[in-house]
């Protein structure tokens, strides 16, 4: 193969993966979700018990304590030990990030309550559902949900990643489905008090982006070497 063979495969590859770093970008990466929440004294929503049930079907949206738009990445982490405040507000300290909120008592009174205590008995169910669908997810594309207690996630509603019940602070990964993602929903339970670790993230292409860089600079090189002889 000659050198301008060489340049003209370089310059497409550089072209083609730093096409597919647009296609990748989709709303996962600039995400509103529809947040739900229930929490109970009692041990049970709507008579049943979802404290290790932190998947899908949720409880029902009829005994829902709130629900409310959230804007941004989920990344929730409420340090207090066990034993200190475990209020929403603890868990949502970006209040800003939330919008069209209904509940009884309104958002201030929401917040100021306890999303779980020492114990099985007080505990709350979170749902959070991306809003729009994430268009054109390349193959590979990965989540890592972090999270202490229970986690679930899914895509197109299948199983992306699942660990519903208690536990303490863990990363689980789980790869999207190729091409158009139509739902994507968050499932975490918080249980026995403080410390609450609620963590998604999915990589943005920033790699792919470096390595179309890297090849597009190559074959420029490559070019004014050929001129240079």
């Known amino acids: 193969m000659n050198m301008s063979s060489v340049r003209k495969y370089l310059l497409h590859g550089a072209v083609v993966l730093l096409g597919l770093t647009g296609i990748a970008r989709a709303d996962i990466y600039n995400p509103t979700w529809l947040v739900t929440a229930w929490t109970t004294t009692t041990g049970k929503i709507g008579g049943t018990n979802f404290i290790n049930a932190a998947s899908q079907p949720a409880p029902s949206a009829v005994d829902a304590l709130a629900s409310f738009t959230y804007s941004g990445q989920l990344s929730f982490d409420n340090t207090n030990k066990q034993g ?122 920033g790699s792919v982006l470096l390595l179309g860089t890297g090849l597009l600079v190559l074959g420029l090189v490559v070019r004014r070497r050929q001129k240079a002889l």
């Open 84 to 205: 200190q405040s475990n209020t929403y507000a603890d868990f949502f300290t970006n209040t800003a990030n939330i919008s069209n909120f209904s509940g009884t008592g309104g958002e201030a009174a929401f917040l100021g309550t306890t999303m779980s205590s020492p114990g099985s008995s007080n505990y709350s169910y979170l749902e959070f559902s991306l809003q729009g669908p994430a268009a054109n997810i390349a193959a590979g594309t990965y989540v890592t949900i972090t999270h202490d207690d229970g986690a679930s996630s899914y895509a197109n509603g299948n199983n992306v990643t699942y660990s519903p019940g208690e536990t303490q602070a863990v990363s689980d990964t789980g790869t999207l489905p190729v091409g158009s993602m139509t739902s994507f929903a968050v499932d975490y339970v918080e249980a026995n008090g403080a410390p609450a670790v609620l963590k998604v993230d999915v990589p943005e292409p």
